[in-house]
Structures are given as C-alpha cells and as structure tokens.
C-alpha cells in the first residue's frame, strides 16, 4: 500500500514524504543557496498569513513533476519549523501549528470525501495514516454507510472526548463496544493530535547551525510579532476575577486556543462587566484562530445588538461545570453564577 | 439455641484479638455495653463459620485490598490476604459488622493509597434505592430521631416531638421498591451490552444487601480504564449533557424545531432508544418528512413542548447510576456473599433477576427463635411467611431480629439475670 506521489505532497509530515529528501541528500545549511530563496519566501509568507492576518491561503504548486512538487512541499515543511523554532514564541508555535493542522485536516477530508465506495484504498491509506501517527485503531465498516468505528477506550484517549461537549461518548453513537464516526468526525477527533504533532516536531528541530537567511527572517518576524502583542495586562484587578474566567485568561496568555462553551463564557461574561467592543477585541485578537469579523459579529450577538436576539447572559456555574471549564476555588463557595462574584466585591 | 462458634460473649474475643494483633487491628471494644452489638457479632460469627462458601472472590485474592468494619463502628483498610483461606479465617474470627474488598488489583495492596502500584479494577455500578426518590419510599420508610430516639413512621424533616432535625431514615425498602431498582438495573445490563459490547456473562449482578444492587463488570477491556473514562461512562449512562442536535434537529429556547443538515444518522445507542420512546422512525438511518411532521405533532399535541417531552424520555432512559462509585478506582466495595450490616441481609448475587426476591434469597439462614423488643409496630415478609411486629417484646427468628435490630427500630431482648 503506497500513496502517489502527488498524495504525499499534502501530508510532508509523513516519514514515507521526508524520504523523498533525504534521499537527495538536502542539508539544512544548504538552504542559504539561492536556489532555494523561492522556498524560504513560500514558507515564510505562510507563517506570516498565518500568524498576522490569521488566514489559511497557503496554495500547493501542482505545476511541477510529481517528485519535485513533493519535494518542494516537504522542504516547504521544514523550513516553516525551522523559522517558528527560531522565534521561539508559544504563543507564535501554537498559531502556527494550529493553522498548519487546519491545512492538513482539509486535505484529509477533501480526500475522504472524493475517495468513493469502492476507491476503498484511499481510506485504508487514510487511516493506516492514523493508525501509525496517533497510534488509534480504525475500523471501516463498509457495510454500515462507510462509518468509521474506534473502540470506545481508543476514542477516550483523545482529549477531544472531554473537551467539548459534542464529542463527549454521551453524544456519540456507540454500539457494541465502538464508538462510530463519519469521515469527517474522524479527521475533526485527530485534528488535537495533528496539532500536538506539529508542536512536537518543531520542538524536535534541534540544527547544529542555522543558516543566516532563516536567522534574519525569524528575528522580522519575532519582532513584528512583539510589536503586535505586548504582554497581556492583568485585567480589572479592583474585582474578584472567578477562577473559570482567570483560567480562560490563563489560556490566552499561553496561545491556546479556546473552546466554543469557553469563547461564550468569556464573551458574556466581558459584556456583563461592561467592557468595551474595543476592549473585548483586544483579547480576542490573541486567539490563535482569531477573525476579527467573526468575533465582532459574535460578541454583538452575545450582546444581543444583532437581528431581534436577546441577550445572552453569563452562564450558570452548573453549565460551566458541566463543560468542564469551572476550575473552583474557595471564592466560590455559594454561589451558583460567576458574575456574583462581582457582586459580592462591589457591595462591601 | 445451639451456637456452633466461639465463646458468645464478646471480652474473650476481644482478648483473642488482642492476640493477634496486626498493625491495622487495633480493635478498642467499645461493644461491652451494647447487647444488640454482642448479640449482632455473634449472629454474624456464626453465619460466616455456617456459610463461607457464599462469600464470591476471583482468583486473585492476594492482590485486592480488603476492609473491615468492626462492630465498633471503624473501618480498618489497606488489610491484605494471601489467600480465601487466610481471609475467611479472619473473618470468623473478627466477625466484622461489614466486610469490603477493592474491586481495584494492586501490586502491594496493603500500601498507603500512593504506594499501592493499581493494576487496573473491574468496572461497578451502584444503583441505590435512595437515588430513585420513589413515593412509597416517603410512606414506608421510618424517621429515627438521634436526639430524643423516637422513632416515626414515614419521612420527615425533624423530630415531632423534641422538633430536632438531627434525625436519619429508616429505609425498609418493599417490593415496589424492588422491581423500581430492578428496572434500573435491566436499563444498565441492556446499555453495557448493546452500547458498550460487554457480554452478559461478564456482567455480574448482586443484591445490595440493603436498597440497592450492585454491577461488577468483569471485562478485560474496561479494567484499565482510568478513572476520567469511567466519568465518561457514567455521563453517558445518567445522559447527562445531552444533545438534542444528535437526532437531527435542533430546539431553541422557544421550542422553534429547526432541521439539521440531512446526514447519515446511525440509529443505534441513545439516538435509537429515544426515537423509539418519542415514537419516531428514520428511514433507512435518514430523517424524511414523515419524521419531520411527526416532530411537529408531539410538538402541537403537549402542554410541556417538544423540549419536555424529550427531557422527560432522557429521564426514562437514564440509568440512575451513582457516579462517584464507578469513578472512584481506589475505593473499597462491599464483598459479595457479606452481610449488609444496614439491613443484616446479604450482597447476594442474582441469578434471575425477574424472580428475585431478596427477602427469601439474601436473608441468613440463621433461624433460631430470639425474643426481640421493636420500638414500632411493622409488618415484614421474609421466606413468604408474613411477620407481624407488634411494639414490645416478640418471639422471632433470628433472620428477622438481625434486620430489625440492624434498622434500628427494635432491641434484642436479654432476660435481667440480676
Ligand atoms: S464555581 Fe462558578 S465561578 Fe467558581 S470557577 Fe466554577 S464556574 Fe467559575
Ligand atoms: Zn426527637
Ligand atoms: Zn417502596
């Protein structure tokens, strides 16, 4: 069983792809050769769409021989590693990895979907591909509408499972013993180990020397970066903050992204303590995903400005509870709403 | 009266405890003053000395933690046997009020919790009387009040007389009580075997011994589970957070039902048994219009909406688990083939669960006849026969002084010899 070439141009993360450079003998010092100057300039606008205008237009040159499209792509692929490693910002390497994992969970479903009934290689590829990086057992069950099925404690190993609440094994089709899955439920449940997978690689990327031409690019970027986003400032210290929203803040400071219960939490919750459009967009920005059209249009319908909705309010401790984001602390005690907090503070 | 056991008084075995003592047996004997203690102790030596045979452990014996109540009232945890042997020998030697055994293996099982080294547990579910929150429970049941020691009939929040609200409930749990547990536990073995893919044989079901039935679930592929899996299962069996979403529409806060789009919706798990309790049929795993306009008839045709009436069927289906008891792996678990000392019948397993009867299977067989003081005037079926406790002193045997006086509402009666 063995992908076209063309195949492994989408998944340069393969080991079967790294071969296709390897075997030409690529050196990372080469990389200051002029011949590869329209690689760098490729892998470095990705990052830059990615991390400063938060989009995902990065286009595969299918104009070339097979072997030399993919190995442009795993090229392409290592540089992009070896520059996020050399700005060495979290917040930069988890924007990126989670862009890049976004690109590749595309291909995958594009692939799941084009592939039909009998084009059954394609999807025993396809999951022989997770089977060996994620190591999750997959079963294809032709019979029943071509469902993909993990056995329940496989499907638990994935954190997916508990963090949000469409993919909590309650709201999952489970029968005899599996856990079953739609092409593109699968490649949503490996999008977390996709990701993980990026970051791991490009904390593995340890060059002997790097060559200047990365150097210079990476400090641009570093410092555009820094320009961009100075530190985040304490917010409103004069309040209680309840420990699920400062945990959320926590989050953002660390350049993870956030859940969907978790975005509404925040949202609301900014709303209620009356902060500005402004303000709450500031946060917002350091989203890793962040689209400033969407966030806006969100925030104004959890505000309620949008169409004839009302306003949503701060959900209950017990909500939050429930999709796993209340982290307690003695502060809480009796109270079944976060914004009581405040309360309590501003009526001493 | 024969008595085949040791002494029947309890400074002599409390002196052969002194004996052996092991570093977690240090057993203080605040019983002396307490006849129904004594008198429990002895019961229960002796059933355990008749009836060891009943007593259920797997093959690895050596690698369980075991627990012991004594009728002092401590737990002394942590304790280890190499063998059955070894542990019924204990066990008729102490007597204990209650014994529980880890449903957890460990490397060295009498470690503290940290240096246990877990191995993995048997997955168990508790089904208790108390969760069900049934009507009869409120009439039959009993108040006990800790401060004035009245004992009321039915439920109340505080003492009639002295008006304490340190009072406890009596559960004496009736047949209605019984096939309602019964159901629940028809709803768990259905949703372990479809859902889960655990064979029946590997589901093994055990009355309480009090107001409720326990599941050992004896399966490889679920011994490993850490515990946050098993809290998934558990969410899954109560259906809490459930999404309405996964049957293919959506219902917003005005019970507006808006379509989802068309997909493959499998019909099995919970999706298969809410549609079927909504009545609702997918053609060929597909929502079509005939699905469609029937939503909109339950919607049109009752009072609590579509949301309610769904919520309601979530409530039916649920199956009324105790969570903390399946996630907890560290915890020790009532021994099956041991007296319940809350009722003084056994954890009993169940063979047939449409015939079984607790009051005849898990009594003791200890019939002896005892003269007994009740506190209350009650009405008890134990082996078919119908037993008609009037307050003050009775002649009765022994299976029913135990459950009485282990309910608390009546004293086992000693002649003053003074
Ligand atoms: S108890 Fe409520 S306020 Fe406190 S952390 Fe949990 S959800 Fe937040
Ligand atoms: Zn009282
Ligand atoms: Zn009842």
């Known amino acids: 069983m063995r992908f076209g070439n063309k195949d492994l141009a989408r998944y340069p993360f393969l080991r079967e792809a790294l071969s296709y450079v390897t075997k030409n003998e690529f050196k990372i010092e080469d990389l200051d050769n002029s011949e590869f100057y329209h690689l760098v300039e490729k892998a470095k606008r990705k990052i830059e769409d990615y991390v400063f205008e938060g989009k995902l237009a990065y286009q595969i040159d299918y104009n070339k021989t097979h072997e030399i499209i993919v190995q442009e792509e795993v090229i392409i692929f290592l540089i992009s590693l070896l520059l996020i490693k050399s700005i060495s910002i979290d917040s930069v390497t988890k924007k990126f990895a989670l862009f890049e994992s976004m690109r590749f969970e595309r291909y995958l479903i594009s692939d799941l979907d084009n592939s039909n009934q009998d084009d059954k290689t394609v999807k025993l590829i396809l999951y022989k591909i997770f089977e060996d990086l994620f190591q999750t057992k997959v079963d294809l069950e032709v019979d029943i509408f071509n469902f993909y099925k993990i056995k329940i404690s496989d499907y638990l190993d994935h954190p997916i499972a508990f963090q949000e609440r469409e993919w909590n094994l309650v709201n999952r089709t489970v029968d005899k013993g599996y856990v079953y899955l739609d092409g593109s439920e699968i490649v949503r449940l490996f999008r977390n180990e996709l990701y993980l997978l990026i970051i791991d690689r490009i904390k593995k990327m340890n060059p002997e020397v790097l060559p200047d031409m990365i150097i210079s690019i990476s400090d641009s970027l570093k410092s555009r970066w820094e320009k961009m986003y100075p530190p985040l400032r304490a917010p409103g210290h004069q309040d209680i903050l309840p420990p699920c929203i400062q945990h959320i803040y926590n989050q953002i400071d660390k350049g993870e992204n956030l859940s969907h219960p978790a975005r509404v939490l925040l949202g609301t919750f900014l709303i209620y303590t009356n902060k500005s459009m402004e303000e709450m967009i500031d946060l917002f920005k350091r989203l890793p995903d962040y689209n400033e059209q969407i966030t806006r249009y969100q925030l104004e319908h959890l505000a309620g400005k949008r169409g004839n909705t009302k306003q949503y309010f701060v959900p209950s401790c017990e909500k939050i509870k429930l999709n796993n984001l209340c982290f307690e602390t003695v502060v809480c005690k009796g109270i079944s709403n976060p914004t009581q907090l405040i309360y309590r503070k501003s009526s001493k | ?418």
């Open chain 2, 1 to 418: 009266m024969t008595s085949p056991t040791t002494s029947s008084h309890t400074s002599s075995s409390s002196d052969k405890l002194k004996d052996s003592i092991t570093d977690s047996f240090n057993y203080p004997h605040s019983v002396e003053d307490d006849p129904n203690k004594i008198w429990l102790e002895k019961v229960f030596r002796k059933h355990y000395f008749n009836s060891s045979s009943e007593i259920e452990l797997d093959n690895y014996v050596s690698e369980h933690e075991f627990g012991f109540r004594l009728f002092d009232g401590y737990i002394r945890r942590h304790l280890n046997f190499k063998n059955k042997r070894e542990l019924i020998a204990s066990i008729i030697k102490f007597s204990p009020s209650d014994i529980f055994c880890s449903p957890a293996r460990y490397q060295h099982p009498s470690a503290s919790m940290d240096q246990k080294g877990w191995i993995g547990a048997d997955l168990i579910f508790d089904i208790d009387g108390k969760d069900l929150q049934l009507d009869c429970a409120r009439i039959h049941n009993m108040t006990f009040c800790k401060n004035c020691k009245l004992i009321e009939k039915e439920v109340h929040t505080s003492c009639s007389k002295c008006n304490s609200s340190m009072v406890q409930i009596v559960e004496l749990p009736c047949q209605n009580c019984i096939r309602n547990l019964k159901k629940e536990v028809t709803k768990l073995v259905e949703v372990l075997h479809d859902d889960f893919g655990i064979e029946n044989n590997s589901i093994n079901i055990f009355f309480s011994g009090n107001n409720g039935f326990h599941i050992h679930v004896v399966d490889e592929s679920f011994f490993n589970l850490s515990s946050m899996k098993r809290s998934s299962l558990t969410q899954y069996l109560l259906g809490r957070g459930y999404l309405v979403d996964n049957l293919g529409f959506r219902i917003d806060k005005s019970d507006n039902i808006t379509m989802l789009p068309n997909k493959i919706y499998y019909n099995k798990g919970w999706r298969a048994r809410l549609l079927s309790r909504l009545h609702l049929q997918l053609k060929n795993h597909r929502i079509d219009d005939k699905f469609m306009r029937k939503i909109t008839q339950i919607k049109e045709t009752n009072k609590i909406g579509i949301s309610g009436v769904i919520n309601n069927q979530i409530q039916n289906i649920s199956v009324k688990i105790d969570p903390n008891v399946t996630i907890d792996i560290h915890r020790i678990f009532r021994l099956a083939g041991t007296i319940n000392s809350k009722s003084g019948l056994v954890k009993s397993r169940v063979n047939n669960l449409t015939t079984f009867d607790p009051f005849k299977e898990s009594c003791i067989r200890e019939d002896a006849l005892v003269k007994l003081d009740a506190f209350v005037d009650t009405k008890l079926f134990f082996n078919g026969t119908s037993y008609k406790i009037k307050t003050g002193i009775n002649n009765i045997p022994e299976f029913v002084a135990v459950y009485i006086i282990s309910k608390g509402i009546g004293d086992i009666y000693i002649e003053k010899l003074k």
